[in-house]
């Protein structure tokens, strides 16, 4: 994993593509062709601009829509555990398509906004982080989404091979609490609970 222009880049699992950070529309033109934007809202907004070139087809550009100003949300490219796809977050949004197929046949990601991304190699599973749950994506689908963790926040504070620990937010108590999640299943120990009945 490494992070470029404030940009986190993971490569974890195969891929058959190649991913180029642009940082300036100028290298448009060397592409031959506009940018496709995702969403496509029908004018230009703010967007992680990268040059996308599969295996067998000629290189595009993909503009994906940052989901909030500032750098408080992170951004990535990951490389997905079915060895074709490629997520990108973008400041908060989650997107994940195949490159082939030109910014065609996108699919928003869940949670929104996005927090915190971690990857789990030996699972092949991906987990994203909102400010109160956590969901699991493997090759093809949703694999879990958390119970509610926390009351408005969660801090990754450590990752292991089976399970994420953490800080939530709890109101109740006015204090950040542990939590421990097992990535294989989405249960958890400790954390808020303020879905609980009291």
């Known amino acids: 994993m490494t992070t470029t ?11 058959n593509y190649q991913v180029e950070i642009l940082e300036s529309t100028g290298k448009f033109v060397s592409i031959g062709e506009p940018p ?17 070139t599969p295996a067998d087809s000629a290189p595009w550009v993909g503009s994906f829509a940052r989901g909030f100003a500032g750098d408080e949300l992170g951004s990535g490219i990951y490389a997905w555990p079915d060895g074709e796809s490629l997520a990108v977050v973008s400041a908060g949004y989650g997107y994940v ?13 869940q949670p929104n906004p996005i927090t915190d991304t971690r990857v789990f190699a ?6 994203f982080t909102d ?25 990754v504070t450590q990752v292991a091979t ?16 542990e939590f421990v999640i097992d990535v294989r299943t989405g249960e958890h120990t400790g954390g808020a609970k303020p879905w609980a009945k009291r």
């Open 122 to 127: 030996d699972h092949k599973l991906i987990v």
């Open 97 to 109: 398509l195949k490159p082939a197929n030109r910014g065609k046949n996108w699919v928003r990601l």
């Open 162 to 177: 089976n399970h994420i620990f953490g800080m939530a937010w709890d109101a109740e108590q006015n204090k950040e609490v």
């Open 131 to 155: 400010f109160t749950h956590m969901f699991a994506y493997g090759a093809e689908k949703a694999l879990w989404k958390s119970e509610r963790l926390s009351w408005d926040g969660i801090t």
């Open 5 to 15: 222009a404030n940009v986190t880049i993971a490569r974890d699992f195969p891929h």
């Open 36 to 52: 496709v934007r995702i969403p496509d809202g029908g004018e230009d907004v703010e967007a992680l601009t990268l040059k996308i």
